[in-house]
């Protein structure tokens, strides 16, 4: 169905064009999914040509019609996409068009790309009807909540594409111009899937409206630190049927991740992705259990930079960079693989380099995962974006045993064997069940200022290392937790060089919005120059596990909620300042050999039944 990964881009949109009814053979899906709450079509895209629309013929009110017609048809099977101009665009969306044109046979059909009164046109037998909203107020969301929780199809339309619908003999179903979301989800929630929901204000409304009807998921804006009353009542209602349900959109960071992590809901930033439909369903088994994982690409033959025995450490300080911001969906389908500043460099490959990625593309966007592993080079290394297969915070999250289990499926299928947590504290107990999954190698902690609390102190949890970063490429700043480029090079070059001591490592968390590639090559380059090995997130771990003599267990416990200024060093001597109970504090050490899960009492670090001690 289509002339496969040879051809060039100009000859397949000739042939899709000249071939726009073709139909791919028909793929069964069968199995279980590894999380039911993403939605799935029944049939995978491709199956039935794409009809290809440009973003300029459906502004505003018609995209959100654009979306609510395309939704429903992929519950069946993706039918639509759009693109920012046209099939020859330099945008985003357009590469991955031809991703999926080139290396997965999609056909495409342009005969409405400038024609959106000719695309309804098409679909006037389909559509059963239409509902009505005010493109300035929540009444959109309420529209969009009305289109998902319909087992017929209806659309969300405004005023003058309203009166054109009447003239094909599409009814209107209902007036929801002055609706509220409230309104609408109490009287059609029993529509609605209870696995998840989208959080959009109204000025997004034209971007996740598909994935939210495709989804059958209620749309509504996240307000203030605690979302409002109806996200009280919603995220109760997805709570009542367990837990790993999905927040997409976005919210305030903080409290929206807690909030919906307090719901048993993780999250995927997706505030301005489009076209989920086609994606997820690129290949519809990824999704499934015993789906065999990613093959890995062939490094055989390419250059390795930094050392000539990777896997072994050396007498030289080794340090791993890790660009940040991988659980955000939006970004991966709109700007990372394609911009210069990120995986889309043409320096990537030059030095090791670690890049975070989310293994929830396994179903949102398998076609994205694979082409990263299709472009990797030898020093590429992807670790899960935070924290899993979703962004939670673990000490706030309903069931994290739960969690901790679905990325391990979700890490299985994406090949991807280290895990990166984003947390409040750096020694709950919740951290060390992501380290007791088959599938993980080791866990990346992310607490503090910049990533890089408490200074790359490191430790073993179910005997696999358990890394936090030492200072974070973030900004411009010399000293403190977040360096720019020079004072990242003077910081990890100052550091012991001992490889049997955890000292002897460095992780180096990338702030995306701050630093690029380039900035990563500057200082590789430089800190190599000056002695430092320069290695990827995995052979880092390798290294660790192979030449450090002393593997400390890391300690947690309900210590850290009266304990402050903790240190912990390559003797595996935890030292903290802890409450003593009488207004007053005093200082405590504890040897994690002894024992690791710690509590505080007056003001000492005790085991099970008594104080910690210095030596075993």
Known sequence: ??????????????????????????????????????????????????????????????????????????????????????????????????????????????????????????????????????????????????????????????????????????????????????????????????????????????????????????????????????????????????????????????????????????????????????????????????????????????????????????????????MTDGDNIQWMINAWATQPQWFGSPQRGQVPMGWTISPGLVSLAPSILKYAERQRTRNDSFVTGPSGVGYIYPENFLDVEAFANMTNDYMKASGIDIVNVLAEQPFSMEHGLFNAQEAVDATFLYTGSCYAGPAGAMGFVNGKPFLTGRVAMWGTGNEGACQGVEGVVATISALPTDETKISGYSLVPVHAWTHNMSDVVRAAEDLMARGVDVVTPETLVQRINASVSKKCPWPMGSFQDSCTNCTFDDDCMLQCTCDNGASGHANTTCNTQCCSILSNNSGQLWCDSHQCPTSC
């Not at 059963?128 to 319909?150: D, P, R």
């Not at 059958?216 to 009280?232: I, K, N, R, S």
């Not at 999905?246 to 307090?262: A, C, D, K, R, T």
Request: aromatic share 10%; charged share 15%.
């Open 1 to 322: 169905c289509g002339c496969g990964c040879g051809c060039s881009v100009t000859l397949l949109v000739a042939a899709v064009l000249l071939a726009g009814s073709m139909v791919c053979g028909s793929i069964a899906v069968e199995g279980e999914q590894l999380n039911p709450a993403y939605p799935m079509s029944k049939r995978p895209t491709g199956e039935v040509p794409l009809f290809i629309v440009s973003q300029t013929v459906v502004q505003q009110e018609d995209a959100v019609t654009f979306q609510t017609l395309s939704g429903f048809l992929s519950r069946d099977v993706p039918q639509m996409y759009r693109v920012p101009t046209n099939l020859t665009g330099s945008d985003s969306l357009t590469f991955w068009l031809h991703d999926m044109m080139q290396n997965y046979d999609i056909p495409i059909n342009a005969t409405y790309m400038y024609d959106f009164h000719g695309l309804l046109t098409h679909y006037k037998d389909s559509i059963k009807g239409f509902v009505t909203f005010n493109i300035s107020s929540e009444s959109v969301n309420a529209a969009i909540t009305y289109c998902a929780a319909s087992s017929n199809l209806i659309v969300a339309v405004g005023l003058e594409t309203a009166s054109f619908l009447k003239t094909l003999g599409i009814p209107l179903v209902r007036d929801l111009s002055n609706a509220t979301v409230a309104n609408v989800y109490s009287e059609v929630k029993q529509g609605l899937r209870p696995f998840g929901a989208t959080f959009q204000p109204p000025s997004k409304s034209g971007n996740m409206a598909e994935f939210s009807v495709f989804a059958q998921f209620p749309t509504m804006e996240y307000l203030g630190d605690d979302g409002g009353d109806l996200v009280h009542t919603v995220g109760s209602d997805i709570k009542s049927h367990g837990v790993n349900s999905i927040g997409m959109g976005w919210g305030p960071e903080i409290p929206y991740v807690n909030e919906l992590g307090s719901y048993g809901m993780y999250v995927h930033a997706s505030d301005w992705a489009s076209d989920l439909g086609s994606y997820a369903n690129v290949d519809v088994h990824m999704g499934m259990k015993n789906h065999p994982k990613l093959e890995r690409i062939s490094l055989k033959g390419l250059k390795a930079v930094a050392a000539t025995h990777p896997n072994k450490a050396s007498s030289k300080h080794t340090v791993a960079f890790l």
